[in-house]
């Protein structure tokens, strides 16, 4: 059979689950969790994507500037989701100038010149003379979305290579050093990439977890005691990810697997602190001696959450969660 037996045995009854299963014993001998990275909700419909996220970003800037796309975090790698010109003359109500691009064309469809050069880095830069220049009417802006992934075993973050116009520092902070700035006082970071001219969008990616029983080992669903392996399945986040709980108002709970929460009703949710328990935390991940705890609830079987980095990244991830929801607070 698949999966790790535990050693030591634990009683459970998942009544909130599944209703069939109301009172009664089951012993759980393995629990295997599955990550479906392959789909995400966008507008309440599950789609195909590559590789799992926490984050998307959304930048719109002007063909004249210099443009920096970065994911936060040493550990965080991006993947270019769409890079689309269009003719707006102004962003952020500053009108764009003229630029010199390298080549001709009129495609709007800019991803594969985008990729090339943000695919796989944390931060990436878009220099002017690498836009297209369409003679029939010229483009004034780019809208680029990412979405930002913790890079797990046998991945590489790939650093961006220097370029005329571009200068690569050729010095950069160790891991340590950058994990041990963000979980120092992460907001001076939040508040500078909160007022980032060119970032548009932040948006955290919902994740649903469900528990089913995948194999009957001993006696009968029906009956009042039997033991069985279970099988964890998260949606959205990828293997380096975990999906959070958050505490919504009034305690509202979002439960259907198909109707995620809309973004406006997510952003309302609290991240839960919580002790130490094979159940619930993640461990490891660097939280014990800082202000959240020793620990960040996983959201419950049956339950939407948000997906979070489950390495040192963490603290700074869920610093902005808190940031953003306060802020979307007060703005009412």
């Given amino acids: 059979k698949s999966g790790t037996r535990y050693s030591h045995h634990r009683m459970f009854s998942f009544w909130q689950v599944v209703a069939c299963l109301s009172f009664t014993s089951v012993k759980v001998l393995a629990l295997r969790e599955r990550f479906s990275a392959k789909t995400e909700f966008a507008n309440g419909v599950q789609t195909e994507v590559d590789n799992g996220a926490w984050q998307r970003k959304t930048y719109t800037f002007c063909l004249d500037e210099i443009a920096e796309i970065k994911c936060d975090g040493p550990d965080q790698m991006m993947q270019v989701m769409s890079a689309f010109y269009n003719r707006n003359s102004k962003t952020s109500g500053t009108a764009c100038g ?10 709007v469809n800019a991803k594969t010149m985008v990729s090339s050069q943000c695919d796989s880095t944390s931060v990436c830069h878009i220099l002017p003379s690498e836009h297209a220049t369409c003679e029939e009417e010229a483009f004034q802006q780019m809208r680029v979305v990412v979405k930002c992934r913790t890079a797990g075993e046998g991945d590489t973050i790939r650093i961006e290579p220097p370029r005329p116009g571009l200068e690569i520092p050729t010095v950069t902070k160790g891991l340590e050093e950058t994990y041990a700035e963000l979980q120092a006082d992460p907001q001076p970071t939040i508040v500078k990439e909160l007022n980032d001219g060119h970032l548009q969008e932040v948006a955290f990616v919902p994740c649903f977890r469900s528990l089913t029983v995948e194999h ?4 009968d669903i029906g009956s009042d005691t039997w033991e069985a392996e279970l099988a964890s399945s998260v949606t959205s986040c990828g293997t380096q990810e975990g999906c959070f709980h958050l505490s919504f108002p009034d305690g509202k709970v979002y439960t259907k697997e198909k109707e995620p929460p809309a ?3 997510l952003v309302k949710g609290e991240l839960r602190e919580e002790g130490e328990h094979l159940w619930s935390t993640y461990e490891g991940v660097g ?15 049956g339950t939407w959450g948000i997906c979070l980095p489950k390495t040192k990244t963490l603290q700074f991830a869920a610093s902005l969660w808190d940031t953003m929801r306060k802020s979307l607070k007060q703005a009412k």
């Fill in 216 to 219: 009957i080992l001993h006696g």
């Fill in 263 to 265: 973004p406006e009703e």
């Fill in 287 to 301: 939280l014990r001696n800082v202000d959240y705890g020793i620990g960040l609830k996983r959201n419950d079987y």
């Fill in 98 to 107: 003229a630029y010199v691009g390298e080549w001709q064309s009129c495609e």
